[in-house]
């Protein structure tokens, strides 16, 4: 477990940062990052309160958006699962406005508790591509899954879409600028759940991904590997795996920039964890 992030060189190759569907100059890049933080607060959410924002969030997107889930099994508008009573939840908040933005959450495979199977490992051996699995020959305590990583759709609809809960997002004195940094909320919450999944000691993670978002991450060296077939979970999805080490290893001088500013605000926030058990 290595908790003091890795610096590592890259060549002078153009370096590009997706942004929604769009690749950006590097020159836009280190803009934009840097203005992020001016508007988004990134932390673990450790309090009730925070807890409750993250729920909410999953809740709006999950059940009440996309309708995915149930909004019936979800009472108070919160969306809570098995898994997150031992999960490394991630929230960003807007932070002029107050409002809970988008989340994320790193499942360990092996809790203080004991172990638990990994919500991708419940899809069952039609889906996952076991041979592939059982090749990488990881420490069980090692592994997590990076999941439930959602953004509200304040921070998604553009002007003239239907209104949220808080009103048109353009009621609000946003720039243009800030504006533009809505399309980093959800690299930085994958970054964040990789900060987080690091902070913790789990070096290799799995995620139940759309097919388009792998493509999207390796532009910025970001690379998965498939780890199944493609199911319908939450959407057309497939299981991915990376190794935390070598996407940092990978990654663009501009998104690891990004990176090492969210892997501060999230070691900041973060409580002393718990050792897991085999």
Same mark, same amino acid.
């Given at each position: 477990?290595?908790?003091?992030?890795?610096?590592?060189?890259?060549?002078?190759? =153009?370096?590009?940062?997706?942004?929604?569907? #769009?690749?950006?100059?590097?020159?836009?890049?280190?803009?934009?990052? @840097? $203005? +992020?933080?001016?508007?988004?607060?990134?932390?673990?959410?450790?309090?009730?309160?925070?807890?409750?924002?993250? +729920?909410?969030?999953?809740?709006?997107? /999950? !059940?009440?958006?996309?309708?995915?889930?149930?909004?019936?099994?979800?009472?108070?508008?919160? @969306?809570?699962?098995?898994?997150?009573?031992?999960?490394?939840?991630?929230?960003? #908040?807007?932070?002029?406005?107050?409002?809970? &933005? &988008? !989340?994320?959450?790193?499942?360990?495979?092996?809790?203080?508790?004991?172990?638990?199977?990994?919500?991708?490992?419940?899809?069952?051996?039609?889906?996952?591509?076991?041979?592939?699995?059982?090749?990488?020959?990881?420490?069980?305590?090692?592994?997590?899954?990076?999941?439930?990583?959602?953004?509200?759709?304040?921070?998604?609809?553009?002007?003239? @879409?239907?209104?949220?809960? +808080?009103?048109?997002?353009? &009621?609000?004195?946003?720039?243009?600028?800030?504006? $533009?940094?809505?399309?980093?909320?959800?690299?930085? &919450? %994958?970054?964040?759940?990789?900060?987080?999944?690091?902070?913790?000691?789990?070096?290799?993670? %799995?995620?139940?991904?759309?097919?388009?978002?792998?493509?999207?991450?390796?532009?910025?060296?970001?690379?998965?590997?498939?780890?199944?077939?493609?199911?319908? /979970?939450?959407?057309? $999805?497939?299981?991915?795996?990376? =190794?935390?080490?070598? %996407?940092?290893?990978?990654?663009? #001088?501009?998104?690891?920039?990004?990176?090492?500013?969210?892997?501060? !605000?999230? @070691?900041?926030?973060?409580?002393?964890?718990?050792?897991?058990?085999?």
């Amino acid at each position: 477990c290595i908790r003091d992030r890795p610096w590592i060189e890259s060549g002078n190759r =153009q370096q590009t940062l997706p942004v929604g569907e #769009t690749v950006m100059t590097q020159k836009d890049n280190k803009l934009l990052t @840097e $203005r +992020f933080h001016e508007y988004f607060k990134l932390e673990m959410a450790l309090t009730p309160e925070q807890r409750k924002s993250v +729920f909410h969030i999953r809740y709006r997107v /999950y !059940c009440d958006e996309f309708k995915f889930l149930n909004a019936e099994d979800n009472p108070n508008e919160q @969306e809570i699962d098995e898994y997150d009573a031992y999960s490394h939840l991630c929230l960003i #908040t807007h932070k002029s406005s107050g409002m809970p &933005a &988008a !989340c994320v959450r790193v499942v360990p495979a092996v809790s203080p508790q004991g172990r638990y199977p990994l919500p991708y490992e419940k899809l069952g051996p039609e889906i996952i591509d076991q041979p592939f699995v059982d090749s990488l020959d990881l420490p069980r305590p090692s592994l997590c899954e990076i999941s439930r990583l959602a953004v509200d759709g304040a921070f998604r609809r553009r002007s003239g @879409e239907a209104a949220t809960r +808080f009103g048109e997002i353009d &009621a609000l004195d946003i720039t243009q600028m800030e504006k $533009r940094t809505f399309g980093l909320i959800a690299v930085a &919450a %994958f970054l964040a759940s990789a900060a987080a999944g690091g902070l913790s000691c789990h070096s290799s993670a %799995f995620a139940m991904m759309e097919p388009f978002l792998p493509r999207l991450m390796r532009r910025s060296g970001i690379i998965f590997e498939r780890a199944g077939k493609d199911v319908d /979970y939450h959407g057309l $999805r497939a299981p991915y795996f990376i =190794q935390m080490g070598s %996407f940092l290893e990978s990654m663009h #001088t501009d998104l690891r920039d990004f990176y090492e500013s969210i892997h501060d !605000c999230i @070691e900041s926030s973060m409580d002393p964890l718990p050792m897991a058990v085999e």
